[in-house]
């Protein structure tokens, strides 16, 4: 049974750093590129991050480049993104999202496999 989980959320402090951590099993996740995506209230799920598979490429959308950086441990079945000089706007749930595919794509509909999502708030 293939399962798609997020850790890692909770509230953060302007400027501060949080860990997401995306744990898959069911298959194995060497062989698939791997997604983030943040979704704020009121408004449609957005691309943050991807990881590929091909060359181990990395993506970052404009608002996180050079804040976030996407990283995966084969070994451990384990996607994370590192989020750094965290901001308000960054408040968001984030998904991780899975596609067997070599490369990366900013579409939500390439990925086949979701998690449920953590909140990630940001707030003195």
């Known amino acids: 049974q293939v399962q798609v989980v997020e850790s890692g959320g909770g509230l953060g402090q302007p400027g501060g750093s949080l860990r997401l951590s995306c744990a898959v099993s069911?298959?194995?996740?060497?062989?698939?590129?791997v997604g983030w995506f943040q979704q704020a209230p009121g408004k449609e799920r957005e691309a943050v991050s991807c990881?590929?598979?091909?060359?181990?490429?990395?993506y970052y959308a404009d608002s996180v480049q050079g804040r976030f950086t996407i990283s995966r441990d084969n070994a451990k079945n384990t996607v994370y993104l590192q989020m750094n000089s965290l901001k308000p706007e960054d408040t968001a749930v984030y998904y991780c999202?899975?596609?067997?595919?070599?490369?990366?794509?900013?579409?939500?509909?390439?990925?086949?496999?979701w998690g449920q999502g953590t909140q990630v708030t940001v707030s003195s």
């Open positions: 999202a899975a596609e067997r595919a070599a490369h990366c794509s900013w579409g939500s509909d390439y990925f086949h496999y």
């Open positions: 069911g298959f194995t996740l060497d062989q698939y590129a």
């Open positions: 990881i590929s598979t091909a060359d181990g490429a990395t």
